[in-house]
């Protein structure tokens, strides 16, 4: 527990950038969903089973036979976290810096690392949500869902510029907001016409899984594994960070269905991270995330995980804080720009509503808007991602108490302006001041 006035202090001395404050100095972690969760003790076990052989351990083979059964794909590479794969598939499908001038990747709408990547290359990448996706209030099953529409006139104009497709499941940049199986369908039909690879990044599948089960016409009857299935059938492979739904604190994989691609992406990964069969991690994390990739299927936890996220983003509703709507999987996403409307864009409201929850309350949340997203931010949100199998109902009564003390003051909070900043991703590192 820590008071107000040491909660000042530690943003102080952190320049009001919530990830520079030590853990310690934080009562509810809602910064990411990211590697934060608590893993079973079937993973435990596993992790004290881990085969530590640099070549071919037993605990790459059940990586291996857990990522095959789910996806349905051969071609399949461990790396440490969800950007070592995208970092590969850009060089393997677009080039090393500069390769990728006048190119451009589509997305639903890229994430942070994924924008940063492909645009390391020099492409341009692009974001297609359709107006309802990119819209807070609207309600909609599926405002994950690419603009058919919108990359059918992209492809029209500059087909030969565009390396590849990506449909991120779900979007996290949006909220966390499903895509439906009939969309992926939709967009590998536009591939198919027009000769592009599509891949997913598939952080959250599951998750993505079970909205497509409980809200899709027609899809109740199918068990989540298979809906995970057909979804990994419509794609030419995927990039995945582990920390999400593979249930474990670090670990990513990286799946290319084409032979000869995948090979130049195994050569790489040894260049970069590792050999192919512990892709920059310990025996031991390949099989907790065998393990992670099973249980994250199991319907009672989906259940448990996308209830518990609504329950948060009811009670925020009910107290008349507007959120996107509906509450993502992963996470509940409050509209700062709602909630503090005399803050302009480019005075961060959302990193004024971060500072304030954080203040008020030791809660640690993300800005999710024109800090991250510069001036690709569509929304001003505050994210407040839930850890999985980590906080009960009583810790999330508590961020609900503190996010209502501060709607009462929201009207007196002050914008924000950055003093310093890197390159690329400056959330990370840069500092603030208040106006
Ligand atoms: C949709 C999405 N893609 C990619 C990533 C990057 O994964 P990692 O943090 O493991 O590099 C994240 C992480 O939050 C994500 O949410």
Redesign the pocket.
């Known amino acids: 527990m820590t008071t107000k006035e040491q909660r000042l202090a530690s943003l102080q001395r952190a320049h009001f950038n919530l990830f520079q404050i030590p853990a310690t100095d934080v009562i509810i972690d809602l910064l990411?969903d990211?590697?934060t969760g608590a893993m079973s003790s079937e993973q435990w076990a596993g992790i004290m089973r881990g085969d530590e052989s640099y070549a071919g351990a037993t605990s790459y083979y059940r990586f291996l036979d857990q990522l095959e059964k789910l996806t349905g794909m051969r071609n399949i590479l461990p790396t440490h976290?969800?950007?070592?794969s995208?970092r590969l598939l850009v060089e393997v499908l677009i080039g090393s810096p500069a390769d990728g001038n006048g190119m451009i990747v589509p997305n639903n709408a890229h994430?942070d690392?994924?924008r940063a990547n492909i645009e390391h290359s020099g492409a341009e990448a692009i974001d297609l949500l359709t107006d309802e996706g990119a819209r807070s209030e609207t309600i909609a099953p599926f405002k994950g869902d690419l603009d058919v529409a919108k990359l059918v006139r992209l492809l029209n104009e500059r087909a030969d510029d565009v390396p590849f497709v990506m449909v991120?499941v779900t979007?996290?940049s949006n909220g966390g907001q499903p895509v439906s199986l009939a969309n992926l369908k939709q967009v590998r039909e536009i591939c198919d016409a027009y000769g592009k690879l599509l891949f997913l990044?598939a952080?959250?599948f599951a998750e993505n899984a079970w909205f497509i089960k409980t809200r899709e016409p027609g899809q109740a009857s199918k068990s989540v594994p298979r809906i995970v299935r057909e979804m990994f059938d419509l794609a030419d492979g995927a990039?995945i960070?582990a920390?999400?739904d593979g249930l474990v604190n670090i670990g990513?994989v990286l799946l290319i269905r084409d032979d000869a691609k995948f090979a130049s992406a195994s050569n790489l990964l040894i260049l970069t991270e590792g050999f192919v069969t512990y892709g920059g991690l310990a025996g031991r994390d390949l099989e907790a995330m065998a393990i992670g990739f099973e249980e994250v299927m199991h319907e009672d936890y989906l259940r448990y995980r996308i209830r518990s996220t609504e329950y948060l983003g009811e009670k925020l509703t009910e107290g008349g804080i507007a959120i996107v709507q509906p509450p993502g999987g992963h996470a509940v996403y409050i509209d700062a720009s709602a909630l503090l409307p005399h803050i302009p864009p480019h005075e961060f409201p959302g990193q004024a509503l971060a500072c304030a929850l954080y203040e008020q309350g030791g809660i640690r949340t993300c800005e999710i808007g024109s800090v991250m997203m510069g001036e690709h931010a569509v929304m001003q949100l505050v994210r407040l991602a839930i850890p999985r199998r980590t906080y009960t109902q009583s810790h999330i009564d508590y961020v609900i108490e503190v996010a209502l003390e501060v709607k009462q003051f929201a009207d007196t909070l002050k914008g924000f302006r950055i003093v310093e900043e890197p390159e690329a991703l400056r959330h990370f590192t840069a500092k603030f001041e208040p106006l």
């Not at 976290?81 to 070592?84: N, P």
């Open positions: 990411t990211s590697g976290q969800g950007r070592a995208e994430f690392t994924t991120t979007c996290n990044d952080c959250r990039t960070s920390k999400k990513g």
